[in-house]
């Protein structure tokens, strides 16, 4: 794109007086090596805009009273914000069934009694709650309204439900889509990102600096810290062992590539997103901090990057713990996770961006 460019501020060297045909000429062939040998040490990124299917809306009844659906809430969510989104719908959806979570029963228990009964499965909670809801949706084929009222609230964000009203707003106008969940280990569910080893630290520590500092300093910062004090964990996939300090897992995939992933365009790819960084490596940690400051740590050899429908790994040193959705499900000798492609319909607007 740029040779043409390129050719004219030579001609109009030449043309000026500024320079003889023969320096322009071997102006020409020395920047020409230079691009080719640039191009061999380090090779370009080659993008692959494979073509996917659209999303599948569905049309669900319109529920303009909220007739049907059955919500269950906890008031204290999100400091308060689970009181306002009963307040929400009481005013908006007056024929809405709304159960109040007390810490008597079993969240669990209050979801899936919800779910037998109801024709649209509703949940006010952070992520940790819809997670088990929507489990909950997809075993029953319920349609699931998602209201946010956690603290950060990523699988609501993700869908176009960022404000209690939207979701209002879908349930009585009766729009519906289609996304993906992945299980793990055929027991549980994931609806944003699983991990092992240092990644929840790493994120928790970005996140903290991002405002203070933005985004690439705080993620610098972050991996730095990580590798310096946290114990990288041996895995074995495929027909590699190697030592991971950070390992990612997302339901459908993430954008941008590399270790600060920030959110999905997609839910409904069928695929499931897998990033590792390795350390076992010789000077493996210089190298992935000289990579990342220089902003090429998704070319590093110690890097892998993933977009499959299904990925296990086998923890080599013991059992090792995993984190669903933020919060440790335990410790694993062994994980899979498989893709359910579209398994879950969701409340949402037409339009999520």
Same mark, same amino acid.
């Given at each position: ?28 062939? /020395?920047? !020409? ?5 640039? !191009? ?29 659906? /059955? ?26 069934? %709304? ?68 979701? %209002?707003?879908? %349930? ?23 991990? %092992? ?62 270790? !600060? ?66 919060? /440790? ?25």
């Amino acid at each position: 794109m740029l040779a043409p460019l390129a050719g004219l501020v030579g001609l109009s060297r030449v043309a000026t007086g500024a320079h003889y045909p023969g320096d322009v000429v071997a102006g020409f062939g /020395v920047g !020409a090596a230079i691009a080719v040998l640039g !191009a061999r040490l380090v090779p370009p990124i080659v993008e692959h805009n494979l073509p996917s299917a659209d999303p599948l809306y569905i049309d669900l009844p319109p529920r303009p009273d909220g007739a049907g659906m /059955v919500l269950v809430v906890n008031p204290a969510s999100g400091s308060g914000t689970g009181r306002r989104v009963i307040g929400k719908v009481r005013r908006n959806l007056p024929k809405a069934e %709304i159960i109040e979570f007390t810490g008597k029963d079993s969240m669990t228990e209050l979801i899936r009694a919800a779910a037998e009964r109801a024709e649209v499965l509703g949940i006010g909670g952070g992520d940790g709650t819809v997670e088990c809801a929507a489990a909950i949706a997809a075993e029953f084929g319920r349609p699931l309204a998602v209201f946010p009222a956690g603290t950060f609230n990523h699988f609501a964000k993700d869908i176009g439900c960022d404000h209690e009203a939207k979701t %209002i707003r879908a %349930i009585r106008e009766g729009t519906a889509s289609r996304v993906d969940l992945v299980s793990f280990n055929d027991t549980k569910m994931v609806i944003n990102t699983a991990s %092992i080893g240092a990644y929840p630290r790493f994120v928790r520590t970005r996140e903290r600096l991002e405002h203070k500092i933005g985004k690439p300093a705080a993620a610098a910062y972050a991996m730095f810290h990580t590798l310096r004090h946290e114990d990288p964990v041996r895995i074995r996939y495929d027909d590699k062992t190697m030592q991971a300090s950070l390992f990612f897992l997302g339901n459908s995939t993430y954008v941008p590539s590399g270790f !600060a992933p920030a959110q999905r365009n997609r839910m409904d790819t069928g695929l499931i997103d897998v990033r590792i960084l390795e350390t076992g490596r010789r000077f493996s940690r210089l190298r992935i901090m000289t990579a990342l400051m220089l902003g090429r740590l998704e070319r590093s050899r110690l890097y892998h990057e993933h977009h499959v429908p299904e990925f296990s790994f086998t923890a080599v040193g013991g059992p090792t713990a995993v984190a669903i959705d933020g919060e /440790v499900d335990g410790y694993h000798d062994h994980a899979i996770f498989r893709a359910r492609y579209r398994v879950l319909q969701v409340l949402c607007p037409r339009t999520r961006r």
